[in-house]
């Protein structure tokens, strides 16, 4: 008697442990439903949006539809007022005037990149060789070259003629539009290639798309680039010199797609990090609050955040300033005041290739938005360590809202590393803390994540900024 009371009472401490849940264990068949629509709306979206531009124009015009209007510099603002943003055309900021105030409560944000790793086209690009006409590529963020090799590829960007005007290209993408394409070596003649080290199998030099093969019969001499250029000035009043002022890329032309017989996950090209900035934007449209809240999305994180359109450009300390200076509240007590999640994505535990990952720090994929602490390489260098209390906080919101959620860094220590935007907000005294949807084979021209995670994302978003 004495012994089975003290068994079931030495039982109650195994609540003192720590599990993660997976989020398609513990949610009800309602919000496995929602999970699932969210899902379908979100694969329209990266099906549509394939660039920083492309997704700034749809997030825009998502925002028209809910009533936001354009802010400019000097504009007066009112609680209530929603409003957005845009820079350059390659980022744009969404914001809502709430009605508490803002010195004692600060704003909360949200930051998330739309601009992925891809294959940007060179400013002289087209040549031919040998029956085909190509286009050479500088690529753009931190990607596996051969993964770009045999798979159709679209081409999206931008084109500013000699006179100004602006041609937007976007082919390859619907189902009869034809697509571009980079070679590998045959089988049969790769045993160099192949016992090489995987960095050499294909140089930056030669990711050449291919662009064309026909001949334009009466042409002087490169018949086939001349007949390239003629199509495109056809269609598009292209020159080759207009390339000088272009911004085109080639990103695979591939539609996001539920993988597995449970439909249980999304493979798609660009969930880094438009898994993250799609719920985030969706978090801001959908929010009931009285906190003033935003929402960020930004270009350029792929290659450090630079320029005027990644995080480090002062504009986006400028929009805080602006709003308060516009609400009469000081800049520098609300930063102080200020909480940001950094939302984008991280590693996701991949059983496959188990070796780089210390487990019990990992994201396990169905377990939920994954927050880290920190993220940064050799020794935690370059990140933004959110402080205990920062991460408390925000534990504690998504916590009273009853959304799974997880926390994890990146792989074992010293096999790696990666940064976030985090840091160049945290340096604007505000605590900052990161969290993403896990990726396997991130950075992929094919990236996998799971709908629950995605979803939970868009949960704790809206947790936070609540
Ligand atoms: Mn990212
Ligand atoms: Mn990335």
């Known amino acids: 008697m004495e012994k089975t009371k003290k068994m079931s009472e030495d039982k109650k401490y195994s609540n003192l442990v720590y599990n993660k849940a997976n989020y398609y264990e513990k949610a009800s068949e309602k919000e496995k439903e929602q999970i699932f629509e969210f899902a379908e709306k979100y694969k329209t979206f990266i099906d549509e949006c394939k660039t920083e531009r492309e997704c700034c124009r749809e997030a825009i015009k998502q925002a028209k539809e809910r009533g936001y209007s354009e ?36 704003m909360r944000i949200v930051v998330a990149h739309i601009d992925a790793p891809r294959l940007d086209i060179k400013q002289i690009p087209v040549y031919e060789s040998d029956g085909f006409c190509y286009l050479k590529t500088h690529y753009y963020g931190g990607i596996k070259k051969y993964q770009w090799l045999t798979i159709p590829l679209s081409l999206h960007g931008v084109v500013i003629l000699k ?58 001499k490169d018949k086939i680039k001349i007949n390239v250029l003629k199509t495109l000035y056809d269609k598009y009043k292209i ?8 911004e085109l890329c080639a990103v695979p032309a591939v ?47 792929e290659i450090g955040s630079e320029g005027n359109t990644g995080i480090k450009c002062k504009v986006y300390e400028d929009i805080i300033d602006e709003i308060c200076f516009a609400l009469k509240v000081n800049s520098r007590q609300v930063r102080g005041k200020s909480i940001c999640l950094s939302a984008d994505v991280t590693a996701c ?10 487990k019990k720090n990992s994201a396990i994929i169905s377990c939920g938005a994954c927050m880290n602490k ?11 360590d959110a402080s205990a209390e920062t991460v408390a906080k925000v534990r504690k919101l998504f916590d009273e809202s009853g959304v ?46 799971s709908k629950a995670d995605l979803y939970s994302m868009y949960k704790v978003a809206l947790a936070f900024l609540k």
């Not at 535990?349 to 210390?358: G, I, L, Q, R």
Request: aromatic share 10%; glycine share 12%.
């Open 255 to 301: 539609r996001a797609r539920d993988v597995g017989f449970d439909r249980a996950l999304i493979a798609g090209y660009g969930h880094d990090d438009r898994s993250c900035s799609y719920p985030s934007m969706q978090a801001i449209f959908d929010v009931q609050n009285e906190n003033t809240s935003m929402c960020i999305l930004v270009d350029k994180e």
């Open 374 to 384: 920190f993220t940064g390489s050799g020794g935690k260098s370059g990140s933004s």
């Open 71 to 106: 802010f400019h510099f000097g504009d007066k603002l009112k609680s209530g007022d929603k409003r957005y943003f845009v820079n350059r055309d390659k980022g744009v900021v969404f914001f809502k005037v709430g009605t508490l105030p803002l010195e004692e409560n600060g």
């Open 239 to 246: 020159t080759e010199e207009d390339f000088i002022s272009s």
């Open 349 to 358: 535990y991949d059983p496959n290739f188990a070796s780089v990952y210390e």
């Open 163 to 220: 006179d100004g005007s602006k041609v937007n290209i976007k082919i390859g993408d619907k189902e009869d539009d034809p697509v571009f394409y980079i070679s590998d070596l045959l089988p049969h003649l790769g045993r160099n290639q192949m016992a090489g080290k995987a960095t050499d199998i294909i140089s930056g030099e030669q990711l050449n798309v291919i662009i064309g093969g026909m001949p334009l019969i009466n042409a002087e």
């Open 404 to 449: 799974v959620w997880q926390t994890a860094e990146l792989g074992k220590v010293d096999i790696g590393g990666g940064g976030t935007v985090a840091k160049f907000i945290a340096q604007l005294n505000i605590d900052t803390v990161d969290i993403g949807v896990p990726v396997i084979s991130m950075h992929s021209p094919y990236e996998l994540i």
